[in-house]
T-cell receptor, first 115, second 108 residues
Framework: KAGVTQTPRYLIKTRGQQVTLSCSPI?????VSWYQQTPGQGLQFLFE???????NKGNFPGRFSGRQFSNSRSEMNVSTLELGDSALYLC??????????????FGPGTRLTVL | SQQGEEDPQALSIQEGENATMNCSYK?????LQWYRQNSGRGLVHLIL?????REKHSGRLRVTLDTSKKSSSLLITASRAADTASYFC????????FGTGTRLKVLA
């Protein structure tokens, strides 16, 4: 079974631009979560989608948004990029069968650099 | 702020030695998981321990969970150079909060 895939793997943008990152979950997984990882803040939860609905959200500004499609693929968008948005963005998928936390399987991440 | 805190932040050992990492969390959990990350890449799931379990083994890994102390430990036995990575615990009820991580370096 193929793992979680993320595209693109690397991205360079300038301040003020916007960016869209894509995540394809493991086949059959219905929940997709996004995380931002920086050296200073570590791994921080952005949001989680299940059945095309945002179920949980972290403490990030409204510039960070996401969506999930009917095939469970997810995208996240960051508008008006700031230097501090430079990070590794990780996507994780899970079955989410129990209503609680299930094992999350991570993709390789997208390395975003904002100049 | 991070819910989980790993201790130590960094650990350097010789190949063949055991490595122990600890994790503390703040709120009630359904389960706790440990992940490994190699040099800024994706996280690899290592082991999940449920809140009603006290100990779990997987190969060279042994995880314990003490819900009364809100803490967990990960033991890697007979470490190898390939175990060099950052290790994170993740805990929560409906979403995971990751700890700060322990950077393990295994010297050959």
């Amino acid at each position: 079974k193929a793992g979680v895939t993320q595209t693109p793997r690397y991205l360079i943008k300038t301040r003020g631009q916007q960016v869209t990152l894509s995540c394809s979950p493991i086949s059959g997984h219905r929940s997709v979560s996004w995380y931002q990882q920086t050296p200073g803040q570590g791994l921080q939860f952005l949001f989680e989608y299940f059945s095309e609905t945002q179920r949980n959200k972290g403490n990030f500004p409204g510039r960070f948004s996401g969506r999930q499609f009917s095939n469970s693929r997810s995208e996240m968008n960051v508008s008006t990029l700031e230097l501090g948005d430079s990070a590794l963005y990780l996507c994780a998928s899970s079955l989410y069968t129990s209503g609680g936390t299930d094992t999350q399987y991570f993709g390789p991440g997208t390395r975003l650099t904002v100049l | 702020s991070q819910q989980g805190e790993e201790d130590p932040q960094a650990l350097s050992i010789q190949e063949g030695e055991n490595a122990t990492m600890n994790c503390s969390y703040k709120t009630s959990i359904n389960n706790l998981q440990w992940y490994r990350q190699n040099s800024g890449r994706g996280l690899v799931h290592l082991i999940l321990i449920r809140s009603n379990e006290r100990e779990k083994h997987s190969g060279r890994l042994r995880v314990t969970l003490d819900t009364s102390k809100k803490s967990s430990s990960l033991l890697i036995t007979a470490s190898r150079a390939a175990d060099t990575a950052s290790y994170f615990c993740a805990s929560g009820t409906y979403k995971y909060i990751f700890g700060t991580g322990t950077r393990l370096k295994v010297l050959a």
